[in-house]
């Protein structure tokens, strides 16, 4: 089933305010390829890009091979997708996008043309 979710871009953008629930403070983790992100559009230089990334707080699974078979692993955190979807212009405003994956919780973040976070919103993927 695919969600829609609307991110009010004022929350992130104008006001760089981070909001979470129960004084969680979110932690941004930056991921690398060998080559960078192959599925990422070309940087524009005067716009930033606002990212959707789904995740799950804890994932348990249940090892049935390998070194740690038979042993039940817990996860935290688990990224479950991201995605582009949209280009920050400076100014606020709403971006409805559809979520295509499963997902506990969402994070949209915000990032400068040099990388910088400018903005960060995380919450939960089941009140949307």
Do not use: Y
């Not at 740690?68 to 582009?84: F, P």
């Not at 949209?86 to 915000?110: K, M, N, T, Y």
């Not at 043309?113 to 009140?127: E, H, Q, Y």
């Amino acid at each position: 089933m695919i969600k829609t979710c609307a991110v009010l871009a004022s929350i992130c953008f104008g006001l760089g305010i981070v909001s979470a629930a129960g004084g969680e403070r979110p932690t941004v983790v930056e991921l690398f390829t060998s080559e960078g992100c192959s599925s990422c559009p070309p940087a524009d230089p005067v716009s930033g890009a606002v990212l959707l990334i789904g995740f799950d707080r804890r994932h348990v699974s249940a090892v049935q091979r390998g070194e740690n078979s038979g042993r039940t692993l817990a996860h935290v955190d688990v990224v479950r997708g991201i995605e582009q979807v949209a280009q920050f212009r400076g100014q606020a405003s709403v971006i409805e996008v559809p979520i295509h994956w499963s997902c506990d919780r969402l994070a949209a973040i915000v990032q400068a043309p040099d990388g910088a976070i400018l903005g960060v919103a995380v919450g939960d993927a089941k009140s949307l």
